[in-house]
């Protein structure tokens, strides 16, 4: 069984590459203005920060939803000719347009960050639903002008369209981990305080990173001092794309990644600034006969996937 179908033939339309590469810097502009400076609350409110999980998927099943519901609407009318029918089919496929072309937004801001096969992937999804929604907008028009069958068949090509564009971002997701929570997929730490590194050792600004011998092979742990004397600790890993947390700045008891300038808590591991949107794994710490030793926190067991 070799690759998705889909995935198959994105393969091949190697022509969608140079759209992206002259595309994606101006996206990276639009949205991305100062990004090498971290967060702000746009960028932060388009990332899905603010609601905790990734808004593209969340904002995409009001299209699906309402387009849904439309086509059941046009078919109780086309049946019944139901006047509430028609007007509850126009309706839903209004508001269906609107969230589509909000999702398309926010898809655009996440796909700033891709490259290679996952940034074509999501040109082919963008397209895919872009004409999903151009067709849904003409049927909006047909009907509005008395021309309902064709408005319907123009919607029905349009849905059609958009159920191939929605397997395009699932493969996104699921083939290419895109948007994922990285740190779900590491070991979640000791479950008794196990030693890690002596406490002399860690300096009051320092981000140190340590390894210990998780199941499945080493697992980086991001050791810091907060600006209160706490020793704190959470996975050295950015969960958006495994960026080094080591390597990052630190502002504050707030560490940056170097890669996409997401911005953590040193302690709590909550997303401060985005793209990422989950916390990062943390660990409880203690100092005992001179070593800081640690210890999984509850949440990181609960979540993991296996
Ligand atoms: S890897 Fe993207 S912000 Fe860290």
Wanted: hydrophobic share 40%.
């Amino acid at each position: 069984m070799g690759a998705p179908l889909g995935q198959r033939i994105v393969d091949r339309l190697n022509w969608l590459d140079p759209i992206a590469e002259k595309l994606q810097p101006k996206v990276k502009e639009a949205v991305g203005k100062g990004e090498e400076k971290g967060g702000t609350p746009v960028r932060n409110a388009l990332d899905g920060t603010y609601l905790g999980t990734p808004l593209h998927p969340a904002l995409s099943d009001v299209p699906v939803g309402s387009w849904t519901a439309a086509l059941v609407f046009d078919a109780v009318d086309l049946v019944s000719g139901s006047k509430a029918a028609r007007n509850a089919a126009d309706g839903a496929l209004a508001v269906g347009v609107v969230g589509g072309f909000l999702a398309a937004a926010v898809g655009y801001s996440d796909w700033r960050y891709l490259s290679g096969g996952s940034r074509r992937m999501g040109m082919a999804h963008a397209l895919v639903n872009g004409g999903g929604i151009a067709l849904s907008t003409i049927s909006l028009g047909l009907r509005a002008t008395g021309r309902r069958n064709a408005g319907r068949l123009a919607f029905l090509a349009g849905y059609s369209l958009t159920g191939v564009g929605a397997h395009l971002g699932g493969e996104l997701s699921y083939g290419y981990g895109l948007r994922v929570n990285r740190n779900v997929f590491e070991w979640a730490g000791p479950v008794e305080f196990t030693p890690v590194l002596r406490e002399s050792d860690l300096s009051d600004s320092e981000l140190r990173r340590v390894e210990i011998d998780g199941e499945d092979g080493k697992v980086g742990i991001l050791l810091s001092r907060a600006q209160g004397g706490k020793v704190c600790a959470i996975s050295a890993t950015c969960n958006h794309f495994s960026g080094p947390l080591e390597r990052g700045d630190r502002e504050g008891d707030t560490v940056i990644c170097p890669w996409h300038k997401s911005r953590f808590d040193l302690c709590s591991g909550e997303a401060i600034d985005g793209p990422a949107v989950f916390p990062q794994s943390r660990y409880h710490t203690r100092v005992h006969d001179g070593n800081i030793e640690i210890k999984a926190a509850a949440e990181n067991v609960q979540k993991k996937v296996r």
